[in-house]
């Protein structure tokens, strides 16, 4: 594995993830839910927020992972890996 900035710029380079100083976001639209994924690289964690629609003026909640649907949480986990980050990071709580 590389130094810590290192899978943080490759985690940008993953389908649709976008780095920002020292973390990094991927939006996620499923049938009926969004949600905004973010990893958090000084404290290597991963969050998960719950994006309302678009033509409500409600805000991004944050989520429990067991709220989450176990496909998506694979493919944060798969992201992370390709990353070269230590993936049992997704299931770090806070």
């Given at each position: 594995?590389?130094?810590?900035?290192?899978?943080?710029?490759?985690?940008?380079e993953?389908?649709?993830?976008?780095?920002?100083?020292?973390?990094?976001r991927?939006?996620?639209?499923?049938?009926?839910?969004?949600?905004?994924?973010?990893?958090?690289?000084?404290?290597?964690?991963?969050?998960?927020?719950?994006?309302?629609?678009?033509?409500?003026?409600?805000?991004?909640?944050?989520?429990?992972?067991?709220?989450?649907?176990?496909?998506?949480?694979a493919?944060?986990?798969?992201?992370?890996?390709?990353?070269?980050?230590?993936?049992?990071?997704?299931?770090?709580?806070?």
């Open positions: 594995m590389g130094t810590e900035s290192e899978g943080l710029a490759a985690l940008g993953q389908d649709g993830w976008h780095v920002e100083n020292r973390a990094a991927v939006h996620y639209s499923g049938a009926t839910d969004r949600y905004s994924i973010e990893y958090y690289q000084p404290s290597e964690c991963v969050l998960y927020w719950k994006v309302p629609p678009e033509d409500t003026a409600a805000t991004a909640v944050p989520v429990a992972r067991s709220a989450v649907p176990d496909p998506l949480r493919r944060i986990r798969e992201d992370l890996t390709a990353a070269g980050i230590d993936p049992d990071i997704e299931d770090r709580t806070l």
